[in-house]
Each structure stands twice: as structure tokens, then as C-alpha cells.
Nanobody, 118 residues
Framework: QVQLVESGGGSVQAGGSLRLSCAAL????????MGWYRQAPAKQRELVAA???????NYADSVKGRFTISRDNAKNMVYLQMNNLASEDTAVYYC????????????WGQGTQVTVSS
């Protein structure tokens, strides 16, 4: 089991950058695939980026080239560097974890708000 705590959200103007951090409290962090989801008002939650324990990544098309997910297995941390932010990136961002043997994300953070003003 793992507990996730996000930080780093805030308000930024369009074109700016933010870095989200997620601390994973628990054991066997390297056994989890980590993801960042977001949910904008009146929209479904969507997967923004994910990273395997070995560093393999995938991204939503809408953020490719602008966002970078990374992890530090020694520190039980995962990050989302967001550059060239746009108003459509405004959402609550959630850190999530799933076991490498399960298809669904079972563990979620509380979410952190990102607001991009144009």
C-alpha cells in the first residue's frame, strides 16, 4: 500500500512553467507505475503522463513536448515538469500509483490545483 502527497500547484500565466511533486509514503515504490492525472471542471479525469519503475514514459497527445514526467526511486518521488502552460491545462492534478501487476490505478493523492491565466 502507498500514500501519495502532491505539492507544487499554483497559478501561472500562459507560457509559464510549474513543477509538481508527489511523495510516495510506503514500501516498494519501485514496484509501482506512477501517473499524473488531471480533471478540469465539467470534464472527465484524464491521464496526462505515466512512468514505469524503469523510466519508460507515455504522455497524452495534448501535453507531448511540453510536460515531462520523472521519478526518483531512491527518494520515492515522482515529478511533473510542465512548460509552456496554456489555459486548457487548468485543472486539479492528481498523482496516482498502480502495481505493475494490476491494470488500474489503485492509489491516489488528494490533488493539487493548477490555474493558468491567459
Amino acid at each position: 500500500q502507498v500514500q501519495l502527497v502532491e505539492s507544487g500547484g499554483g497559478s501561472v500565466q500562459a507560457g509559464g512553467s510549474l513543477r509538481l511533486s508527489c511523495a510516495a509514503l510506503g514500501r516498494h515504490f519501485s514496484n509501482y507505475v506512477m501517473g499524473w492525472y488531471r480533471q478540469a471542471p465539467a470534464k472527465q479525469r484524464e491521464l496526462v503522463a505515466a512512468i514505469t519503475s524503469g523510466g519508460g514514459t507515455n504522455y497524452a497527445d495534448s501535453v507531448k513536448g511540453r510536460f515531462t514526467i520523472s521519478r526518483d526511486n531512491a527518494k520515492n518521488m515522482v515529478y511533473l515538469q510542465m512548460n509552456n502552460l496554456a489555459s486548457e491545462d487548468t485543472a486539479v492534478y492528481y498523482c496516482a500509483a498502480r502495481s505493475i501487476v494490476r491494470p488500474t490505478y489503485d492509489y491516489w493523492g488528494q490533488g493539487t490545483q493548477v490555474t493558468v491565466s491567459s
